[in-house]
């Protein structure tokens, strides 16, 4: 016996993942297309560690494996770890960091739906606070052939300057360092290239087909547009005030919101409902204080792209900004707002 | 002049399947060889049964009195012999029983002497009582007693009376075609209840998938020429046939939970109502009839006239119930509620008979996790966040899910219909809320036995204390007599006065000491069943207090 509603949508969480995955596919194509097929390797690799993980971690707990295998839940994170990666670590990385995630920042806090920390941004920051050197190998556009490539990942012997090339961010900030201005280290000799036109050679057309997915998320209403535009809106307007006033060594709004994970972390990172703010306002402060602290690490920190610390920062204070920011009730919309705080 | 239509957030839109049930137009049920009548109807006292086992009745005699002013009269829905006033299966989720009169009828359908009355000329007070005892109720499915709307409140009058046409459950057609067949009967009645409301209009919202109705009602308020009722047609959304939700889109007014609309210058009734209103003031006929769906898993989906208290058995058996249904539910799919059995009465609140079968209403996937995605509050109509209110339910935190408005749900079902995790949201919502009340129950037993307690001790001081007191006085009397004996000669005031002050206080002493004896024993000794029970009196009191009242429930 079950009670009403006896109407039910169509609607499933496998549906929302799957979506999730589809939204992700233009993406990875010109980021295959662009910096070689390292990358569909990868994906395969965090694949099956991710949902053996998952299926490990289920039996442990004594759940229905089958049930929630099928959710495609473990499949998302790994994906999102697969890409935000550079293409070429060495296998074991990618199957320590997918581990790590399903294992420690999903399962040990209850499974789907309860982990307060984006499962792919743990991976991300255990590798990069782990192995930074190997972290910041990005390839260069259309850099080596399949077979190097798959040489690098399975482990063989790496010849840095064959294959990799420093990221757009990365070579700003080595430049600025070094004592340069932005606009001179963008069209130096020996950086210079990456550049591309705005934000990095290739970079800008995986930072479009991100944004390319990510309007297909938010026209299959999975995600809401409060994040998104709260998080490059943000980012644009503190670049683009701190480069309205030292020009010499912040980049612009367009190089930050093309540049990085930026359109990544703007529609499928941050978006994640289940370490995310779920109220509309706190989705806003949630989102914008993700642009902050991602722009603050970018440009004053140790790493070169801060979005993954940003989005783990910020997942912290989520119940703090969800219990703060509950939109007024049917009714009490005039009246003082009595709900939230204890 | 187009009014101007104000929007809810949130709400659904599930499949009408309004089309099968809208073909025929409305048949009258035969009656039943057997008639149950139950006493409880609506929300409020329980009436009281007015008549005997073995009794000859009359359509229209009122069976059942209104238990004081918040309850409703019941009435005999046709002509015949009550066998019996006994409890039997009630159309309630939990298969419960409950008093009901059950009528044999004659067959001949002899009317009760119709009362004439001239509401015209009555008090407010008087149609309000008559209405009462008339038995009309809210037939859009909450069944509250209709009088105790229609006062217009503090200030004395109201701006505008909506009339809820819009039924926008999914197969629910049952307005729809009393709207299309009896127009002018529910207007009459709406401009009855504008009367008694000192309202300046009356707006009847119809949701637009609705043509027929809207179109009929339009025609039928030219007919009238009364410019203060217009018909509004709406946007089709569930659930904007919720009251609350319906006076928002019309007027754009919100009323809170917990308080009258009249407060705020609105009254809504469903037009069924309205008829019934109608009926009883002008033409003297009780609420004992009602139109109810048929649909979902029949062989003909139709909308019957049925007298109040026809199985519902018999009621399927016209309608051809397929053979493969799974369950009987009364209401629509959204909120209907699984019926016990097919023994149970057609009752006032009885809008719909839906059969439901796996095909069309498949049981529910098994439940996921919340994933927290947001859906459930993008669909809110009352703008609360369910999957908050779900996590507190399900991990029993109640004071938490009543700080997120538990009781501003209205049960709509929207959350659930939403939900990728195929989550029974408001099964949660119902648990949570049935336990705060059975824990406020709990508060006030407890509350009663302590002050039981509480007066037993002071009851057994005072009568101690009075006791002692007595005993000083007849101390205090003989020794005084004894020296007026043995002075012989008439002693001196003083003297007479003196001994005995000293005695009395003395015996007061005594009293006293005697008293705080027996205070001590009596507080300090309350048995180990009487202290447990006043332990887990404070300590739910310490946890109510957390709670504000303004989210206490109605």
């Known amino acids: ?266 529609f499928f990172i941050a978006t994640d409902p289940v370490s995310g703010a779920t109220t509309p306002r706190g989705k806003l402060i949630f989102a914008a204080g993700i642009a902050l602290i991602a722009w603050l690490i970018r440009s004053f920190g140790a790493y070169p792209d801060g979005i993954a610390f940003a989005v783990l920062l910020m997942n912290i204070c989520v119940p703090l900004i969800d219990q703060k920011t509950q939109p007024p009730v049917f009714g009490h919309k005039l009246g003082k707002p009595d709900g939230g705080a204890k | 002049m187009l009014p101007r239509l104000f929007s809810f957030n949130g709400g659904v839109k599930p499949d009408p399947n309004k089309g099968d049930s809208t073909r025929e137009p409305i048949a009258r049920l035969p009656l039943p060889p057997q008639l149950v009548v139950p006493l409880h109807q609506h929300i409020g006292g329980t009436p009281r049964p007015l008549v005997g086992v073995g009794e000859r009745v009359l359509r229209g005699q009122r069976v059942g009195g209104a238990d004081g002013n918040v309850s409703s009269a019941v009435h005999a829905p046709t002509s015949g012999r009550v066998i019996a006033v006994e409890s039997r299966l009630m159309p309630h989720a939990s298969g419960l029983s409950a008093p009901a009169i059950v009528i044999e009828p004659d067959g001949e359908d002899r009317h009760v002497e119709r009362e004439a009355f001239d509401w015209h000329a009555a008090s407010p007070g008087e149609v309000r009582d008559f209405l009462r005892d008339a038995g009309v109720v809210g037939l859009g499915g909450a069944v509250f007693p209709s009088h105790l709307k229609l006062n217009p409140g503090k200030a004395g009058h109201t701006d505008t009376l909506v009339l809820n046409g819009a039924e926008c459950e999914p197969f629910i057609t049952c307005d729809d075609m009393l709207m299309r067949t009896e127009p002018e009967g529910i207007l009459r009645g709406a401009l009855i209840m504008k009367k008694m409301l000192a309202a300046r209009q009356v707006l009847v919202g119809i949701e637009d998938n609705k043509p027929e109705a809207a179109a009929a009602l339009k025609a039928a308020a030219a007919a009238l020429g009364d410019t203060s009722l217009e018909v509004v047609v709406v946007p089709t959304r569930y659930p904007a046939g919720g009251a609350k939700q319906l006076i928002r889109v019309l007027t754009g007014i919100e009323v809170p939970h917990g308080s009258r609309s009249t407060d705020y210058g609105v009254q809504c009734f469903n037009v069924a109502t309205s008829l019934a209103v109608f009926q009883a003031l002008e033409q003297g006929e009780p609420l004992i009839r009602r139109i109810v769906t048929v649909a979902g898993n029949v062989e003909r989906p139709r909308n019957f006239e049925v007298a109040i208290g026809t199985p519902i058995g018999f009621v399927f058996a016209h309608a051809g119930l397929k053979p493969d249904t799974d369950k009987l539910i009364m209401g ?172 009395i206080e003395a015996a007061m002493a005594r009293a006293k000491a005697q008293k705080e004896a027996v205070a001590a024993k009596n507080t300090a000794e309350p048995d180990a069943a009487q202290q447990a029970q006043i332990d887990e009196a404070d300590a739910r009191r310490a946890r109510a207090a957390a709670t504000p009242d303004s989210e206490r429930t109605e």
């Open chain 1, 1 to 266: 016996m079950y009670n009403s509603p006896f109407l039910r949508q169509k609607a499933s969480v496998r549906r929302v993942m799957v979506t999730v995955l589809v939204a992700m596919l233009p993406a990875i194509a010109v980021q295959v297309w662009l910096f070689g097929i390292g990358l569909l390797l990868q994906l395969a690799i965090a694949s099956a560690v991710a949902l053996a993980c998952e299926a490990g971690m289920l039996a442990l707990r004594r759940r229905p494996v089958a049930r929630a295998l099928g959710d495609g839940s473990a499949l998302v994170t790994a994906w999102l770890i697969a890409v935000c990666l550079p293409p070429l670590l060495p296998w074991w990385m990618i199957v320590l960091g997918t581990a790590f995630a399903i294992v420690i920042g999903k399962h040990l806090y209850g499974g789907l739906g309860q982990n307060p920390f984006n499962p792919a941004m743990l991976a991300y920051c255990v590798l990069i606070v782990s192995f930074p050197a190997l972290m910041s190998q990005w390839p260069g556009l259309h850099g080596g052939d399949a077979a190097a490539q798959l040489h690098w990942i399975a482990g063989g012997e790496r010849t840095l300057d064959a294959m990799t090339g420093a990221t757009p961010l990365d070579a700003l900030r080595t430049g600025l360092h070094g004592g340069g201005e932005v606009a001179s280290v963008m069209q130096s000799a020996a950086v210079g290239p990456a550049f591309g036109h705005v934000a990095g050679a290739g970079w800008e057309w995986v930072a479009l087909a991100w944004a390319a997915g990510g309007l297909l998320l938010l026209a299959m209403r999975i995600i809401t547009w409060h994040i998104p535009v709260a998080f490059l809106g943000t980012l644009a307007a503190i670049a683009g005030l701190a480069s309205a006033i030292d020009g010499a060594h912040f980049a612009g709004p367009a190089f930050h919101l093309l540049a990085g994970g930026s359109m990544l972390g703007a």
């Open chain 2, 332 to 503: 629509g799919p959204m909120m209907g509620m699984p019926l016990p059995g097919v023994d149970a009465p057609v009752v006032k609140a009885t809008n719909c008979l839906l059969a439901s079968s796996a095909a069309l209403f498949p049981p529910p996937e098994p439940e996921l996790p919340c994933i927290r995605c947001g859906e459930c509050a993008r669909a809110c109509p009352a703008d609360l966040q369910p999957f908050e209110l779900y996590w507190h339910s399900r991990s029993r935190n109640f004071g938490r899910a009543q700080e997120y408005h538990l009781f501003d749900c209205i049960e709509c079902g929207c959350c659930a219909y939403v939900c990728p995790s195929h989550i029974p949201l408001v099964d949660y919502y119902r648990y949570a809320k049935s336990e705060i009340w059975a824990r406020e129950r709990d508060k006030d037993a407890a509350d009663s036995a302590r002050e039981r307690f509480e007066f037993r001790n002071w009851r057994a001081e005072r009568e101690k204390e009075e006791k002692a007191a007595r005993l000083a006085a007849r101390s205090a009397a003989k020794p005084a007599a004894a020296p007026a004996a043995t002075d012989g000669a008439a002693p001196t005031a003083d003297a007479a006065v003196d001994p005995k002050k000293a005695l």
